[in-house]
């Protein structure tokens, strides 16, 4: 007998078939299918033929691949009991809810006393879907691998994306043939990290930024995930993702997977791209005050990094109110006897030294100032030379003679005492002072991964969410080392990486634009004198760039000239100005015909107006730039289009081109297939362009 069930949105339509209660396959998904269409049909369409060499039927690639039915790929599950041996369940479909937009599949195997739990769940608005698995079993297991629900994956793709990146040179895509076999990326660091981003995308052949279909996949975990793309024997693919392998420690009677949120759309990368920065910032980001304007923040690291001293910050801060800064973001430095990063985290306690009276004189200086005050802690770690380690040598992870990072160890944040002596220490500093962010830092590789942990920090988080309700928090680790939608269902901000080089930040954004939106995406104005890049930028690309995303300066204000500082304010009132619609703007990658730009449209709900930035990150190769051309306009409407930043027009530039004059009127169907002629510019320069529908 065959069951089938299907979930819709506008833009996709997915269908799970069971066939005499076995564990269901999803025989579909894809662009929608039409209302009442025959699912027993489809799914019966779906079996293969069989030919030499082969088993007698094929065995189903279902939503968790069994080990012992003869499936020729990697299974969705490897349990062991307590004692070490191999457990095969033989999982029978036993119950089915079907909710609005929601599925909840249970498989059992009453005999040996285990349960599967797949729930499906779609968003109609955000066209995300939502999946995760959960094993339950009567007797301690050991679960060396679990699987969110496991999906196809489409057979006319040639390749697929996957992102790894480093410390100031995050989210770098990789693009690898399908071929026969695994192609499998694990974060065995303790974080969803640098190295290994929890996503893939899966293009079809012609795929381009606006155009053709894609699937596109990410795993909503911090502690590290393991994706396993596989090519079988038969053609057939398979995309899989859970934790990373053996992250459960003990043997247990229940784990569950994080959400694992995929999306399709016949509309290009940006397809999948808009919907994940949809779904991120109205259903995973838990915003305090979602009407709230996003604040311009100040974060003095790179201009003072441990040097505090009140009456220099106090002079700092009030440059930065009078550049725009709404938010000032006391960092590292300020606690224990932190001279340096060899000592003091862990003590959280403010360093008398620093601040004779306490944190407050500045705390009020910044808030006469009209900006709020928010400061920096990396609760998750400790120095060795620091009080809580004297005290407390047994709540570090790993062993003795560990190799440390950055001089530092992991706290065990599966230890409740630890997880107590944090909230208790972090609560103080917030019962104390009127502070309404925290920037929450992470900054070295765990000794090894473990699950617990980040359920530990999960467990913190929530529990200081729920007691200062007010206070936002930013998630850093080095810049972009734990980016993924379980942290951000705890956090408001993610510190995209720790290089403010303008140019290399246009890059990062632009591919973290596949995943993330422009509300949840830090992005500083650095010093002059790039700190991890050593170039020098204009105050204009390094301003605009940041203005990109939630803007804000992280450089001494007292370096600025007055040129510089001008530019600054004035493109920070233009962020300010507009920040109501594009902080809810999705972001489109524009394809560009010249490699040395990177171009993006930010179009506001609704379609009425947008932004374009075309960023100049090398030297081209020829001697015109080549049109801009748009997407996600609508052809038959005409758009007033303007370049907002004619200031930066420089000698390059010597013809009379019309947008140099003013605004100028034309459809958008000659925007988005014909381009607009941009004047030349240096490299290392950004175009913006508005837009408004007429
Ligand atoms: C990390 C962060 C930086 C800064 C320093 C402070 O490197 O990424 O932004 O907060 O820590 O030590």
Avoid at 293 to 308: G, K, L, S
Wanted: charged share 25%.
């Amino acid at each position: 007998m065959m069951q089938c069930w299907r979930l819709d949105s506008f833009v996709q339509t997915l269908v799970l078939a069971s066939s005499d209660a076995r564990l269901p396959v999803v025989v579909y998904w894809g662009a929608p299918l039409p209302k009442g269409c025959d699912l027993d049909a489809i799914a019966e369409a779906e079996a293969r033929d069989i030919t030499g060499g082969m088993l007698d039927a094929n065995p189903p690639l279902s939503i968790c691949p069994e080990a012992d039915r003869g499936f020729p790929g990697q299974p969705g599950l490897n349990l062991r009991d307590a004692g070490g041996r191999v457990l095969r369940p033989r999982l029978r479909l036993s119950g089915v809810e079907e909710g609005r937009d929601a599925l909840t599949v249970t498989c059992e195997d009453a005999d040996a006393g285990l349960r599967h739990v797949a729930r499906f769940a779609i968003d109609p608005d955000t066209h995300v879907l939502t999946l995760s698995s959960e094993i339950d079993s009567d007797a301690p297991i050991i679960v060396d691998w679990l699987a969110a629900p496991v999906l196809p994956a489409p057979q006319l793709s040639d390749e697929m994306i996957d992102v790894s990146g480093r410390w100031i040179g995050e989210f770098q895509l990789q693009r690898t043939p399908w071929s026969a076999g695994i192609r499998m990326r694990e974060a065995r660091t303790g974080r969803s990290g640098h190295e290994h981003f929890p996503g893939l995308i899966v293009p079809g052949r012609g795929t381009t930024n606006t155009a053709g279909e894609v699937y596109a996949f990410h795993y909503g975990w911090s502690g590290g995930h393991r994706m396993v793309a596989e090519e079988l024997p038969d053609g057939r693919r398979q995309v899989q993702f859970g934790h990373a392998g053996a992250t459960e420690l003990g043997p247990v009677t229940r784990a569950a997977t994080a959400p694992l949120l995929v999306t399709f759309s016949r509309n290009g990368l940006n397809g999948c791209a808009t919907a994940f920065q949809r779904h991120i910032r109205d259903r995973i980001v838990r915003w305090p005050d979602a009407e709230r304007p996003r604040p311009v923040h100040y974060n003095c690291w790179e201009a003072i990094y441990f040097d505090h001293d009140v009456a220099t910050l106090k002079e700092i801060a009030t440059r930065a109110a009078a550049l725009g800064a709404e938010r000032f973001v006391l960092d590292d430095g300020w606690f224990g006897k932190r001279g340096d990063d060899t000592s003091s985290l862990g003590d959280w306690w403010i360093d008398a030294r620093k601040f004779p009276d306490g944190l407050t004189p500045l705390i009020e200086h910044v808030h006469d100032l009209n900006m709020s005050f928010g400061i920096w802690f990396e609760p998750e770690m400790i120095n060795t030379d620091s009080d809580t380690f004297r005290a407390h040598p047994d709540w570090a992870m790993g062993p003795q003679d560990q190799i440390e990072g950055r001089q530092q160890r992991v706290l065990d944040l599966a230890n409740p005492e630890v997880r107590d002596y944090l909230f208790d220490h972090i609560g103080a500093v917030l019962d104390d002072h009127v502070i309404d962010y925290i920037k929450w830092d992470h900054n070295r590789l765990l000794p090894y991964p473990d699950a617990a942990q980040t359920h530990g920090i999960y467990d913190l988080l929530d529990r200081l969410r729920a007691a200062f309700p007010d206070v936002e928090i930013e998630s850093c680790a080095s810049g972009g080392g734990r980016i993924d939608a379980g942290i951000l269902a705890r956090t408001q901000r993610v510190w995209l990486s720790d290089s403010n080089d303008a140019r290399e930040r246009l890059r990062i954004q632009h591919d973290a634009a596949l995943f993330f939106p422009a509300a949840i995406t830090g992005s500083h104005v650095g010093p002059r004198h790039c700190h991890t890049s050593g170039r020098v930028l204009p105050m204009s690309m390094r301003a605009w760039v940041a203005a990109q995303r939630h803007m804000g300066f992280e450089m001494d204000p007292r370096e600025l000239t007055e040129a510089e500082a001008q530019v600054l304010t004035r493109v920070t009132a233009w962020w300010k100005a507009n920040r109501d619609w594009t902080m809810q703007a999705e972001i489109h990658r524009l394809d560009h015909a010249d490699p040395s730009v990177i171009a993006e449209c930010q179009i506001a709900k609704g379609g009425e107006r947008f932004v374009a930035f075309a960023g100049r990150a090398a030297t081209a190769s020829q001697i015109l730039p080549r049109p801009l051309r748009f997407t996600g306009l609508d052809p038959e409407a005409s758009y007033r289009v303007e370049l907002t930043n004619r200031e930066d027009l420089g000698p390059l530039s010597r013809g009379d081109i019309a947008i140099k004059r003013g605004a100028i009127e034309l459809p958008g169907a000659h925007l988005m297939s014909h381009g607009l002629q941009l004047p030349a510019a240096f490299p290392d320069t950004i175009w913006v362009i508005e837009g408004t529908r007429l």
